[in-house]
């Protein structure tokens, strides 16, 4: 651990707290010292632990801070675990899925769907307890289950069990089996059941609560009071037909389908769990004397040096003050290729330093890094509940008291219309109904798909801030695109030299450079990285002068110089002549011509642009082929912007509007009834990103962009409004997948329990048959959503 020369003296854990420091050697007893850890005062000479760092002598109050001291001495001796910001302590706050408006503090059930409550945070460090608690309950109720369906099963597959036994004893045997599993293990879907009544919020556990009890009540009062039925209910031998193993089965499945959700839900968070973990656990810091050594990533605070060795995750958002490397930030931008950094640049935090020695000072840490906002967004997606899921609860608060009825209305025919024994069929026929339309898969359909996809569009680079956007991007018809930075690089370049008369293009190149050295304009800085890369020598200039909208002046090399555009060239009686068409021909490209003007002569001109991303073609067509139409709404001036329009083949061009302009576009577009996406990365286009329908802001961008889009694309380029568009229709088309599963389900399902069949085939559905088959419902909804995550994008 660098330079710390450590002797340990004896680690004992008793009380108090900790100690200061002291000039090497043994402490005399009765002496005190403040521990650098916790500040508190300790007494020496009596066992307590202590540490020699740099020849100076530190006592602690206990092992604990000790070692961690010991782990980051000069966290502790600058100070700097003062300066650190109190996180303000998170306690594990829960919601529900489905119903979002339900936060508390820890786990437990939402009072009004019965669902079990997850981590805000889309992660948890703990364990899931109730997935252990039903994976416990379930093995109970499936070790009745077995045991009682051979009990009454077996005669009808040549296994006469009950003969051997006995019917009496047979059916106590299936009484002690069957009570344990309903009155212990079934007590959690009680209590979700009992809550659905008294708040009135009735689902699926309404519909459990009452099968089970209704088959199980039904049950016992058979098995210990046979006289209260009559006479010709009674099968051979004096017994009623009891069905503890359709409530024990019921149970078994339930719990089958609550275990598999579980651990669905859990493989949601897989997507949050490895964007967490490419955040390293430790950071290398550089002390102001030199010192190296590893330190927990909590310990570094803003402006504290790092170093990132080769193969090394770059450990918090930071400014790079030394070395050179290549940073594979494919985890931002989805490209293989890393990226080149040297001196000046930034680095994200969980981004992986390929081959150079970086040497970084921290400029965010902790939750303020750009990884903590990405897992933040990615967990309140998952979290969030898209505008169809408003329909499903709709559905399903109708639904309960319907089928609730229609097992009323099934009991009662069965008793005035049913062969005998009629109470037999009235309740079985009522238990079934309950069960089989038990609208779990209703339920899950909606959260299953929207926390599948969210976490896989996480993983291509496509952030959904809430569920809502993803429905609405799917139906969008118009996209708005701001040029710079969107469909550009936003970044000028020199992309023409023109040599007029006697100059050359570097002398040209040279007096332009040497002009613009003094200004800090996009434009100016173009010219002078084009002639450093051509490798030409600069002269000073002198006298320099910007004159606003037309260009600058100066004198270099003893010469007048003047560059600028044509309204310059008049202001400076300057003949520009041919040079004009040819700095015409220039903008009709997209380019910015200026003229270079010597000792009152046009000696040339000098053209920049800002280079289209080579991405951005194919993604214009991708979006046209989707059927598309695309707008670019621009700062830029007319002629620029058709000429980059002419080249992509972009439909409509609005230039030189201001902030105000694009909303009003949007607000427009609207009016005509069109579906807008906003695509931007500025300031300048978050008021016209908040209004459009889906707002997708490109990652590379400003943060109030990203703040105001319900998209963010993390690498910024057009390709990732194709991928989220197609995520998007893919997720809605699943959606309306698990709904017609849940809703087909259940309208062939209730009227077949209700024995809609037995006049045809003589048969009765059995309430054992009925939850499977809720369960099958369930589970074929949890598949389909599951399909989302392998989805090509």
Same mark, same amino acid.
């Given at each position: 651990m660098g330079t710390h020369d450590h002797s340990h003296h004896e680690h004992k854990s008793d009380g108090s707290c900790c100690g200061s420091a002291k000039a090497g050697g043994a402490a005399p007893a009765g002496e005190t010292a403040i521990d650098p850890v916790c500040g508190m005062t300790v007494k020496l000479g009596i066992g307590k632990p202590s540490l020699t760092y740099k020849g100076t002598e530190y006592h602690f109050c206990n092992p604990k801070c000790h070692d961690r001291f010991e782990a980051d001495p000069y966290f502790y001796l600058s100070g700097n675990n003062r300066k650190k910001k109190k996180a303000a302590p998170k306690n594990a706050l829960y919601t529900c899925p489905m119903d979002p408006e339900i936060v508390q503090e820890g786990p437990g059930t939402c009072p009004i769907c019965g669902m079990a409550l997850e981590p805000m945070s889309g992660v948890s460090d703990e364990p899931n307890h109730e997935l252990i608690d039903f994976t416990r309950r379930l093995w109970v109720s499936a070790g009745a289950a077995i045991p009682l369906l051979i009990l009454t099963m077996g005669p009808m597959i040549g296994l006469p069990v009950r003969e051997w036994i006995g019917e009496r004893i047979a059916v106590y045997l299936e009484f002690l089996l069957a009570t344990p599993v309903v009155l212990w293990a079934a007590r959690p879907f009680f209590h979700r059941g009992w809550t659905s009544l008294k708040t009135r919020n009735f689902n699926m556990w309404t519909l459990i609560m009452?099968?089970?009890?209704?088959?199980?009540?039904? $049950?016992?009062?058979?098995?210990?009071?046979? *006289?209260?039925?009559?006479?010709?209910?009674?099968? *051979?031998?004096?017994?009623?037909?009891?069905?503890?193993?359709? $409530?024990?089965?019921?149970?078994?499945?339930?719990?089958?389908?609550?275990?598999?959700?579980?651990?669905?839900?859990?493989?949601?968070?897989?997507?949050?769990?490895?964007?967490?973990?490419?955040?390293?656990?430790?950071?290398? #810091?550089? +002390?102001?004397?030199? =010192?190296?050594? =590893?330190?927990?990533?909590?310990?570094?605070?803003?402006? =504290?040096?790092?170093?990132?060795?080769?193969?090394?995750?770059?450990?918090? =958002?930071?400014?790079? #003050?030394?070395?050179?490397?290549?940073?594979?930030?494919?985890?931002? +931008?989805?490209?293989?290729?890393?990226?080149?950094?040297?001196?000046?640049?930034?680095? +994200?935090?969980?981004?992986?330093?390929?081959?150079?020695?970086?040497?970084? *000072?921290?400029?965010?840490?902790?939750?303020? +890094?750009?990884?903590?906002?990405?897992?933040?967004?990615?967990?309140?997606?998952?979290? $969030? #509940?898209?505008?169809?899921?408003?329909?499903?609860?709709?559905?399903?608060s109708y639904f309960v008291p319907t089928v609730v009825a229609v097992a009323i209305i099934a009991f009662i025919s069965w008793m005035v219309w049913g062969p005998q024994p009629a109470f037999v069929f009235a309740i079985v026929s009522a238990v079934s109904v309950l069960i089989i339309a038990c609208p779990c898969a209703l339920g899950l359909a909606t959260p299953m798909s929207i926390m599948t996809a969210t976490g896989r569009g996480a993983q291509a680079g496509v952030l959904v801030k809430e569920a809502g956007a993803l429905e609405r991007m799917a139906k969008v018809d118009t996209v708005v695109v701001d040029k710079t930075g969107t469909l550009t690089e936003g970044r000028p370049k020199l992309t023409d030299v023109v040599a007029l008369g006697d100059a050359s293009e570097d002398d040209v190149l040279a007096f332009a450079a040497a002009l613009e050295k003094g200004s800090e304009h996009p434009l100016a800085e173009a010219i002078v990285a084009g002639a450093e890369e051509r490798g030409i020598k600069l002269e000073a200039a002198s006298g320099f002068e910007a004159v606003t909208g037309r260009g600058v002046k100066g004198t270099v090399g003893g010469k007048a110089v003047a560059l600028g555009n044509g309204a310059m060239m008049q202001a400076e009686e300057i003949e520009a002549g041919a040079a004009t068409e040819r700095a015409d021909a220039l903008r009709t490209e997209g380019k910015t011509a200026m003229f270079v003007a010597v000792d009152g002569a046009v000696a040339g001109i000098v053209a920049v642009a800002d280079p289209v991303k080579e991405t951005t073609a194919d993604a214009i067509r991708a979006l046209h082929d989707a059927g598309l139409r695309i707008i670019m709404a621009t700062g830029d001036n007319e002629r620029t912007a058709k000429a980059v329009a002419a080249h992509l083949g972009i439909d409509e061009v609005r230039a030189g509007v201001l902030p105000e302009d694009k909303k009003a576009l949007v607000d427009a577009l609207h009016a005509r009834g069109a579906r807008v996406a906003m695509a931007g990365d500025g300031v300048n286009d978050a008021p016209a990103l908040a209004a459009a329908d889906v707002g997708i802001a490109m990652g590379t961008g400003a943060d109030v962009a990203v703040e105001s889009a319900g998209i963010t694309l993390l690498k910024g380029d057009l390709q990732g409004i194709v991928k989220a568009r197609k995520l998007a229709q893919s997720t809605l088309a699943n959606i309306k997948q698990n709904l017609f599963f849940a809703f087909a389900y259940n309208s062939i399902g209730v009227p077949v329990a209700a024995g809609i069949l037995y006049p045809l085939t003589g048969t009765l559905l059995s309430p054992m048959i009925a939850a499977v088959a809720m369960s099958l419902s369930s589970v074929s909804v949890i598949s389909n959503a599951l399909r989302l995550r392998s989805l090509k994008l």
């Open positions: 009452l099968g089970v009890a209704a088959a199980y009540a039904y $049950s016992v009062v058979g098995t210990f009071m046979p *006289e209260l039925f009559p006479a010709r209910m009674l099968m *051979e031998g004096g017994h009623v037909p009891v069905y503890f193993e359709a $409530s024990v089965v019921i149970i078994a499945l339930v719990f089958v389908g609550q275990v598999l959700e579980l651990r669905a839900r859990e493989r949601t968070g897989d997507a949050i769990k490895a964007l967490l973990d490419l955040a390293p656990k430790t950071a290398r #810091r550089i +002390t102001p004397d030199g =010192d190296e050594y =590893d330190v927990p990533l909590e310990n570094i605070i803003e402006g =504290d040096l790092m170093r990132v060795r080769p193969g090394e995750s770059v450990p918090v =958002d930071a400014v790079v #003050r030394e070395g050179h490397s290549s940073v594979d930030e494919s985890m931002l +931008t989805g490209e293989p290729l890393p990226v080149e950094k040297e001196e000046g640049d930034n680095v +994200t935090g969980g981004t992986l330093n390929k081959n150079g020695t970086l040497v970084i *000072e921290a400029a965010k840490v902790g939750e303020d +890094t750009m990884l903590a906002h990405i897992v933040e967004m990615v967990a309140a997606a998952q979290r $969030s #509940r898209a505008p169809i899921q408003g329909l499903a609860d709709r559905v399903a």
